[in-house]
């Protein structure tokens, strides 16, 4: 089961740690925790991830039930051995809603500094706070349910090539991130997002893996 390990804030490779530093470390970011991303998904995909996240109180997300014609498509988390889970991500892909075509859409739920998400939406530096100044007394752009709670969120200025949502859920940043720009109109769709960590429906739908995962981003 190939797994490939990159920078989350760069996408960049990653070293493990040796007899000089104890974390690992890459060229441009220096030390960071490393992102797993499975070459491939499935059932078997998703148990190893929740295996890895499971004991740390960072949620997988994933809506339930799935928009219509959307599958699951990828899976990751941030962390090591030795700190543990401090981020993850989930893909899904399906039809755009009122333009068709494909749509990709991924979740990351990540504690302060990891930085991965902010790297998805097209935004630079680690968080998004200096995108979300005044925000926060602002009316949401969006709002979902998770874990049964409610979760306002704001969109950020992302690339254009896509759009992006970020909020707060279980004490974490949630980013929501789509491509293309038009897939945000998803997020009308009062969407419902569980966390897998857990329960995994039996009824989930898995389709080939999405390329924003591996390398396209």
């Known amino acids: 089961m190939g797994v490939s390990v990159s920078c989350p804030r760069c996408g960049g490779p990653v070293r493990p740690p040796?007899?000089?530093?104890?974390?690992?470390?890459?060229?441009?970011?220096g030390g960071v925790l490393p992102l797993h991303v499975?070459?491939?998904?499935?059932?078997e995909i998703v148990e190893m991830v929740r295996s890895r996240v499971d004991g740390?109180?960072?949620?997988?997300w994933c809506p339930w039930p799935l928009p219509p014609g959307w599958t699951v498509t990828g899976a990751g988390?941030?962390?090591?051995?030795?700190?543990?889970?401090?981020?993850?991500?989930?893909?899904i892909s399906g039809p755009t809603?009122?333009?068709?075509?494909?749509?990709d859409l991924l979740l990351v739920a990540e504690e302060p500094g990891v930085g991965f998400g902010t790297r998805l939406a097209g935004i630079p530096g680690p968080d998004p706070g200096p995108f979300l100044e005044g925000e926060s007394t602002a009316t949401p752009h969006a709002r979902v349910r998770a874990a049964g709670w409610p979760a306002s969120l704001w969109t950020v200025k992302s690339a254009a090539d896509r759009c992006a949502y970020v909020g707060e859920a279980m004490g974490m940043w949630l980013y929501l991130v789509a491509w293309p720009s038009g897939a945000g109109y998803v997020f009308a769709e009062d969407l419902n997002l569980i966390n897998l960590v857990d329960d995994v429906p039996g009824q989930l739908v898995y389709g080939a893996p999405t390329p924003y995962l591996h390398g396209r981003v």
């Not at 530093?21 to 060229?27: A, I, K, L, P, T």
């Not at 740390?56 to 997988?60: E, H, I, K, M, V």
């Not at 543990?84 to 991500?89: F, I, K």
């Open 97 to 103: 809603p009122l333009e068709g075509g494909p749509a």
């Open 56 to 60: 740390s109180a960072t949620p997988l």
């Open 18 to 29: 040796d007899l000089m530093n104890s974390e690992w470390r890459c060229d441009v970011d």
């Open 38 to 43: 499975p070459e491939h998904i499935g059932p």
């Open 77 to 91: 988390w941030v962390g090591d051995d030795h700190d543990g889970t401090r981020g993850t991500v989930m893909a």
